[in-house]
Structures are given as structure tokens and as C-alpha cells.
């Protein structure tokens, strides 16, 4: 059983920074890959960012590429997720997530259904 409990959500300014931590339990994160999503109202998740088990390898979307950084501490079990020049668009409920297979992949997956695990979510708002 893994947990996770993201923190670091709030309300911004647009072009303001936020970063979000997600803090995993157990002794085997460092073989975990883990990734962002998130979901705003009346939409479906989507996926925003992902890191592999070594931290070497990220993927990003499209939407976010060039604006959020995300990286891991393995020694602190913690995923992070950079965020800056926010938009209003960005406003939604972040998740953190980790796929129990990551150290079998030689890239991380951006589709949530390859996550075993997820955490309870942190609300990001950005105002215009």
C-alpha cells in the first residue's frame, strides 16, 4: 500500500509560481515512476507531468511544457512540480500519482490508468 499527500496548493495571481510536493510513503519510492494530473470542473484529468524512477527521464504536456519543472527526492520520498507563469487556466485540483512499474519503463507513462496509487488532491486557483 503506497500513500501519497500532496501539499503546496493555493491561489495565485496570473504569471505567479506555486510549487507542489507530494510525499509518498513506504521504502521503495525510488523504484516508482510518478506523475501529475489534474482535473478542473466539468473536465476530465489530464495529464500534466511525469518523472521517471531515476528522475533522468520527464515528460510533460503540451499545455505546460516550458512553464512547470517537476523532479523527485528520493532520499525525501517527495515528487515535486514547479509551476510557474500560471495561467487561468492552469485553476484545477492537482494530483499526484505513481506507477508501481516504473522501474520496467524506459520513459514515464502520461496516462493515468498506468498509476496504481494516487493522492487526495491540492486545489490550484489562478486569477485573472
Known amino acids: 500500500q503506497v500513500q501519497l499527500v500532496e501539499s503546496g496548493g493555493g491561489l495565485v495571481q496570473a504569471g505567479g509560481s506555486l510549487r507542489l510536493s507530494c510525499v509518498a510513503s513506504?521504502?521503495?519510492?525510488?523504484?516508482?515512476?510518478m506523475g501529475w494530473f489534474r482535473q478542473a470542473p466539468e473536465k476530465e484529468r489530464e495529464f500534466v507531468a511525469a518523472?521517471?524512477?531515476?528522475?533522468?527521464?520527464?515528460l510533460y504536456s503540451g499545455s505546460v511544457k516550458g512553464r512547470f519543472t517537476i523532479s523527485r527526492d528520493n532520499a525525501k520520498n517527495t515528487v515535486y512540480l514547479q509551476m510557474n507563469s500560471l495561467k487561468p487556466e492552469d485553476t484545477a485540483v492537482y494530483y499526484c500519482?505513481?506507477?508501481?512499474?516504473?522501474?520496467?519503463?524506459?520513459?514515464?507513462?502520461?496516462?493515468?490508468?498506468?498509476?496504481?496509487?494516487w493522492g487526495q488532491g491540492t486545489q490550484v486557483t489562478v486569477s485573472s
Open positions: 518523472v521517471s524512477w531515476t528522475g533522468i527521464m520527464t
Open positions: 513506504g521504502r521503495t519510492f525510488s523504484s516508482y515512476a
Open positions: 500519482a505513481a506507477d508501481l512499474q516504473g522501474r520496467l519503463r524506459s520513459v514515464p507513462r502520461n496516462t493515468g490508468s498506468d498509476y496504481e496509487y
